[in-house]
């Protein structure tokens, strides 16, 4: 047992046997995930990760790192703290999965005011979830108690992913070509972007999280808004597999015109019938409550479609059947067109 104590250092806000509380009741958490990596020392002064590199020749690290954002505000309102580590990984898998990368392993980062070793747990124990779904280890994290900054209630929590790609395999944007088609996946809600504006349109501090909409199909705003980020790792990876993809793109915030663009050469663009575009209820009614134009919607929010994958025409058929073993209700979004602007929707 530790001998470290200061009752100095507790006088100051921080209650360093609160950590080691916290350690404890996170490593359940996190031993699930060390299926997928080196077992894990917690405590430890780095991470290990033990790579298999049999199939990957040429290895290529591939990083992303992110936070949940304001989001957070939701779960601190709801005082419900076991679904934003999802998010957290969410947010970094997703973006590395564009460039093809396998994620391998996750760090978290945990900064709060007060440091209460349940509710740490509970958040470990998101962010662990997020790990199982991505097929990836929980390594190692930081969890910093810093009074005087954040309120006691309240934290940040922010994390980084690391994975892996052959240099043959790594997609590459100038593959695509005029006439190629983009295939959206569907995304589970708002995500993790966008939450100034909702908490905003919503007044979320003065308004009713719990009473059942019959918008949002009988359920709650704080429930709804609070739904994890959709991770997309393992339909991705199988996609890569079977289909030659040629482009992706993790649709977060800036919406439509901002992330379609990031996976398209320079003079190609893409065209979107609006009416193909399956939007979620959620957004219909942030759009409604907050009388927020259609444009700024699309250049805001997924709209539900959480990551579009691009490829030939005479592959969408094997593509769309390859995510729908996956669990994935995939559809045609648009074409590929000669078009500097990027992304057109159009309105017929």
């Known amino acids: 047992m530790s001998k470290s104590f200061s009752e100095s250092y507790k006088d100051a806000g921080v209650d360093i046997t609160a950590g080691y509380k916290s350690v404890e009741l996170m490593k359940e958490h996190i031993a699930r995930t060390a299926q997928f990596g080196h077992p894990v020392d917690i405590g430890g002064f780095g ?11 040429n290895p290529v690290l591939v990083s992303g790192t992110d936070g949940v954002g304001t989001k957070l505000k939701m779960a601190f309102l709801m005082d419900k703290h076991d679904t934003v580590g999802i998010d957290c990984v969410a947010m ?13 392993y996750f760090l978290d980062y945990i900064a709060c005011g007060k440091n209460y070793p349940e509710k740490i747990a509970e958040i470990v124990k998101g962010v662990s979830e997020g790990c199982m779904q991505s097929e990836a280890a929980l390594i190692g ?28 395999k790594l997609l590459d944007k100038n593959n695509v070509k005029e006439g190629d088609v983009v295939i959206a996946l569907p995304s589970s809600g708002v995500h993790s972007n966008g939450f100034s504006l909702v908490r905003k ?13 019959d918008a949002l199909n009988g359920k709650s705003l704080g429930e709804t808004l609070l739904t994890p980020t959709k991770i997309y790792v393992k339909p991705i990876l199988k996609l890569l597999k079977n289909v030659t993809v040629k482009s992706i793109a993790h649709i977060t915030g800036g919406g439509f015109y901002e992330n379609i663009p990031r996976a398209l050469p320079e003079g190609l663009g893409v065209s979107i019938n609006r009416k193909d575009v399956r939007v979620l209820p959620i957004f219909d009614y942030i759009s409604e409550t907050g009388n927020i134009p259609e444009r700024d919607m699309f ?8 990551m579009i994958v691009i490829v030939s025409p005479e592959d969408v058929d094997n593509a769309l059947s390859v995510l729908k073993e996956s669990g ?6 648009g074409n ?11 309105q017929k």
Do not use: Q, R
């Open 336 to 346: 590929i067109i000669s078009d500097s602007e990027g992304v057109t929707i159009c």
């Open 201 to 213: 349109v919503f007044d979320v501090e003065n308004t009713d999280l719990t009473t059942p909409i």
């Open 92 to 104: 970094c898998v997703n973006d590395i999965l564009c460039v093809g990368a396998k994620p391998l």
């Open 141 to 168: 994290g930081e969890t910093a108690e810093m009074p005087g900054f954040y309120s006691e209630d309240e934290y940040d929590l922010a994390g980084f992913a690391v994975g892996v790609v052959d240099k043959s």
């Open 47 to 57: 991470g290990l990760f033990e790579m298999d590199l049999s199939d990957t020749p």
């Open 299 to 306: 250049n805001t929010f997924n709209m539900g479609v959480g």
């Open 328 to 333: 994935e209700e995939a559809y045609v979004l």
